[in-house]
């Protein structure tokens, strides 16, 4: 697309470079912004390529197809007809059956239905997307619990069969009813493994100590000797130890008060014990620990949301290959960007529409001096030109242009002349050669004046890009 820029275009009208159009004011001396051929032309060709490229053919007496052109792609568009083949997509559950689509649920299709699909996923079994996660639980470190989540222990005041249908039935089927579900509170969660079931209860409980403590006296012993074997055993990082300020004295038997207090005989210290003189220690059993919310899922994520696969668009004639898939593969032959499946066995006659959706891929001119193009871009063309015989000449024979200009070139030109009279015959020879990629020259050799000046259709084939 281009702004006007005759000469009488108005300059920056909607900005720099930017130019446009003006009304005349005759007697002023101001005239009007003139068009051109050329920004004429770009214009028609914007609007017709936008018509065409949506598959409208165009018709001079229609005045809204560019309208219809444009809805159309946007329709195509929204209903995924872009995507590609084997796009997963998710549909609100109340649409039940999206054109084009295949439910992923893990059943199996027809490869023949839908051979590209089948080409895609290397089989005919659909992914299955309808796994849920409901049941499942997860610690948070929020007080904000998302969306779908309860608490774990607010299921029995929160889950009704109403409210969370499926979690409720999967909660009454493993304890019978939604009462039943044991609260977490402060427990510590354990692998149901070893002698456990899912959903038993523990109380707290530690692995049992167990020591021994060699104390006593001897009367033969001194104070020196007594203390020394209860140092041995008071460390300070001992849970056993002797307190020796609560030692008391045993009057019965005494040797003598002199010598028994001397030697320490007769001396008795209670036996203590105290974990924390080993350990850290709490008012309750725990290992090292944090705080977190338990909750479980309630609702799943999804739950108003099905999952498709594009399978292709639609297919009216199941069982047997759908013209527009066919279409789909010649073109991508065509475009050299991808090897269409070799596994097409049908008749022409099982496919639908099947003359139709191959002639969608050529355009052409089937008039007497006309053309077609391949869906490769290879362009023929053929024309006839009338003429007598000696009437052309060899020096510099005659210009004619081609129905089309090619884009590229012309690759190659043949010609047939056929008299009006064969059998007068005549002593001439017709040839023709590209000038250019709208243009051709026409000459004539001739040897000989036997039919000469006499009518003659000359008919011209060209090939190209």
């Known amino acids: 697309m281009q702004r006007i820029s005759t000469s009488s275009a108005v300059a920056d009208l909607f900005g720099s470079g930017k130019s446009g159009f003006r009304n005349g004011d005759l007697p002023r001396g101001v005239l009007p912004t003139a068009f051109n051929a050329e920004w004429c032309n770009h214009v028609q060709e914007e609007i017709c390529n936008v018509i065409e490229g949506a598959g409208v053919a165009l018709n001079p007496d229609k005045r809204d ?22 796009a997963v997509v998710g549909f609100p559950r109340a649409i039940s059956s999206p054109e084009g689509y295949l439910k992923a649920d893990g059943s199996t299709f027809n490869q023949a239905t839908y051979p590209d699909l089948h080409r895609v996923l290397g089989g005919n079994k659909l992914p299955n997307l309808t796994r849920s996660d409901i049941g499942m639980t997860a610690y948070f470190p929020i007080e904000a619990i998302p969306d779908g989540w309860i608490k774990y222990d607010e299921v029995a005041a929160k889950v009704t069969q109403s409210a969370y249908p499926e979690l409720y039935r999967l909660l009454v089927a493993q304890y019978g009813s ?19 079931t899912v959903g038993m209860q523990q109380g707290d409980a530690i692995r049992n100590i167990k020591g021994e403590y060699f104390y006593g006296y001897d009367a033969d012993i001194d104070a020196a000797t007594s203390k020394r074997v209860a140092d041995a055993y008071n460390k300070a990082n001992s849970v056993l130890w002797m307190d020796m300020s609560k030692k008391v004295l045993d009057n019965i038997a005494w040797v003598s008060w002199s010598q028994d207090l001397r030697t320490g005989a007769a001396n008795f210290a209670p036996l203590m014990f105290d974990a924390s003189r080993a350990v850290p220690t709490a008012d309750e059993v725990r290992p090292k620990a944090i705080a977190m919310v338990l909750c479980i899922k309630a609702k799943d994520s999804l739950t108003d ?91 510099p ?51 000989s004046a036997v039919g000469t000046h006499q009518p003659a259709k000359s008919y011209v084939l060209a090939i190209g890009f």
């Not at 809805?71 to 195509?76: A, P």
């Not at 939604?178 to 402060?186: G, L, Q, R, S």
Request: hydrophobic share 45%; proline share 4%; with cysteine.
């Open 178 to 196: 939604i009462d039943a579900v044991p609260k977490a509170e402060d427990r510590f969660i354990r692998n149901a493994s070893g002698g456990l």
């Open 397 to 447: 024979g005659a210009v004619y242009s081609f129905p089309v200009a090619f884009t590229q070139g012309c690759l190659s030109m043949s010609i047939n002349t056929c008299l009006s009279n064969p059998a007068l015959g005549y002593g001439a020879l017709t040839r023709v050669m590209p000038i250019s990629v709208s243009q051709f020259r026409l000459v004539e050799d001739f040897w």
């Open 65 to 86: 197809q560019l309208l219809a052109a444009l809805k159309k792609l946007i329709d195509e568009q929204a209903s995924g007809k872009g995507l590609p083949v084997g």
């Open 305 to 395: 949301v099905v999952m498709w696969i594009k399978a292709f668009g639609k297919v009216t004639n199941a069982g047997v290959l759908d013209a527009s898939t066919l279409a789909a593969d010649l073109q991508r032959k065509a475009d050299r960007d991808e090897v269409a499946p070799k596994s097409h066995t049908h008749r022409s006659s099982e496919i639908t529409d099947f003359t139709q959706a191959v002639g969608n891929l050529f355009t052409a001119d089937k008039s007497a001096n006309g053309w077609v193009r391949l869906p490769n871009g290879l362009l023929l063309q053929w024309l006839c030109i009338e003429h007598t015989i000696t009437s052309i000449g060899n020096n």
